[in-house]
C-alpha cells in the first residue's frame, strides 16, 4: 500500500509520477465489450484504413481512463479525485507506448477542503501531446483540518 499523500506535501510546479500503458489490440476488444462502443475503428484495421485512419486507434474513454488511473495512483486511497476533462486532439493506435503525464499548478483550501489542481496529459511513443485534460483532487491535510 502507498504511503498517504498530504496537500502539505505537495507544491505547485511538481510533477506526477508518470503512468507508462502499452495497449493491445486485445485490450481494444476488451474495452469494446466491457464499455459497449464497438465502434469498427477499434478493431477493425481495414476498416480503420478505409476511414483515413492509421489503423486501430485507442478509445476516447479509454484514455480518459489512463488519465484517471495517473490521477488516482498519485493520490492514493485517502485522496478524492474531485474533477477530471479530457479533450482528444490526437490519435493513439495499439502497440504505441502511451505516456500520461502530470503537473501540479495550484493549491488552495476552500470550505475547509484542501484541494490540489493539476494539468495532465498523454504522450505518444513520439513524445507529442494526444490527450491534454486537467484534474482537480482534495487530499488530506496532516493538521487533520
Given amino acids: ?57 485507442l478509445h476516447g474513454a479509454l484514455k480518459n481512463a489512463f488519465l484517471g488511473q495517473l490521477v ?24 504505441d507506448t502511451i505516456t500520461g503525464k502530470g503537473r501540479v499548478t495550484k493549491r488552495y483550501i476552500q470550505e475547509g477542503k484542501h484541494y490540489v489542481d493539476c494539468e495532465i496529459w498523454l504522450e505518444n511513443g513520439k513524445g507529442e501531446k494526444t490527450t491534454p485534460g486537467s484534474a482537480t483532487v482534495i487530499l488530506p491535510s496532516r493538521s487533520g483540518e
Avoid: C
Fill in 1 to 57: 500500500m502507498a504511503a498517504t499523500l498530504y496537500w502539505d506535501d505537495v507544491k505547485e510546479g511538481q510533477d506526477l509520477p508518470p503512468l507508462v500503458k502499452k495497449p493491445t489490440t486485445q485490450q481494444l476488444v476488451k474495452y469494446a465489450g466491457a464499455s459497449g462502443d464497438f465502434y469498427p475503428i477499434h478493431y477493425d484495421k481495414d476498416f480503420a484504413l478505409a476511414n483515413k485512419l492509421p489503423g486501430v486507434i
Fill in 72 to 95: 488516482t495512483d498519485w493520490i492514493g486511497e485517502h485522496g478524492t479525485l474531485s474533477k477530471l476533462s479530457v479533450q482528444y486532439r490526437g490519435m493513439d493506435v495499439p502497440g
